[in-house]
């Protein structure tokens, strides 16, 4: 089944540590995104990336970073420079069509937690 | 800048109907909706388009005003698998920048 697949589901993160989180789809999708979700509010987008090797900064992406290096992975590394990162974290792919936005599918998330 | 939906929260008895509202500041070239339920992640729901195209899901639908930046979700008879939070999204720019609404947590109570 295709699909997308975050891990790990909980990290932990202790202070002025890096941390990876890891996003893998193979739907075939050329985009890609990250997004932040705090308890009881909507999503705000850190990154997206159209192609491989190209990304573009959300809303809030200080603190963050990413890469494109394959068209299925889009690793998200949350920097000791985040100094608010406990947040649910989630991964979306898309289709990239001529005519119409297509919609965004989600992997499962990430909660990541300060230790 | 962040889309701003209303009401912010609603209850709702089984086979009660409901409006949800997405506005923007931004115009809109066209709109998502999503819905979230607690813990999981959002699940796509609909696309709409420009020109005030009305799509259907079951019996949910929504609209969108290119005009009035806004566009709304009508959920008619409403069942319990209803429960959820909601999520308008919105593409504007050049570039396929997305951004998510406040939010609209829906509870259909029996």
């Known amino acids: 089944d295709g699909g997308i697949t975050q891990s790990p589901k909980y990290l932990f993160r202790k202070e002025g540590q890096n941390v990876t989180l890891s996003c893998e789809q193979n739907?075939?999708?050329?985009?890609m995104y990250w997004y932040r979700q705090d308890p009881g509010q909507g999503l705000r987008l850190i990154y997206y990336?159209?192609?491989?090797?190209?990304?573009q900064k959300g809303d809030i992406a200080e603190g963050y970073s990413v890469s494109r290096e394959k068209k299925e992975s889009f690793p998200l590394t949350v920097t000791s420079a985040q100094k608010n990162p406990t947040a649910f974290y989630l991964c979306?792919?898309?289709?990239?069509?001529?005519?119409?936005?297509?919609?965004?599918?989600f992997g499962d998330g990430t909660r990541l937690s300060i230790l | 800048q962040q889309p701003v939906q209303s009401p912010q929260a609603v209850i709702l008895r089984e086979g009660e109907d409901a409006v949800i509202n997405c506005s923007s500041s931004k115009a809109l070239y066209s709109v998502h909706w999503y819905r979230q339920k607690h813990g999981e992640a959002p699940v796509f729901l609909m696309i709409l388009l420009k020109g005030g195209e009305q799509k259907g899901h079951d019996k949910i639908s929504a609209s969108f005003n290119e005009k009035k930046q806004q566009s709304s979700l009508y959920l008619t008879a409403s069942q319990l698998s209803y429960s959820g939070t909601y999520f308008c999204?919105?593409?504007?720019?050049?570039?396929?920048?997305?951004?998510f609404g406040t939010g609209t947590k829906l509870q259909v109570i029996p």
């Open positions: 999204c919105l593409l504007s720019g050049g570039y396929q920048k997305v951004t």
């Open positions: 979306a792919s898309s289709d990239l069509a001529q005519t119409s936005w297509q919609p965004q599918h």
């Open positions: 990336s159209q192609i491989v090797n190209d990304f």
């Open positions: 739907l075939n999708h050329d985009a």
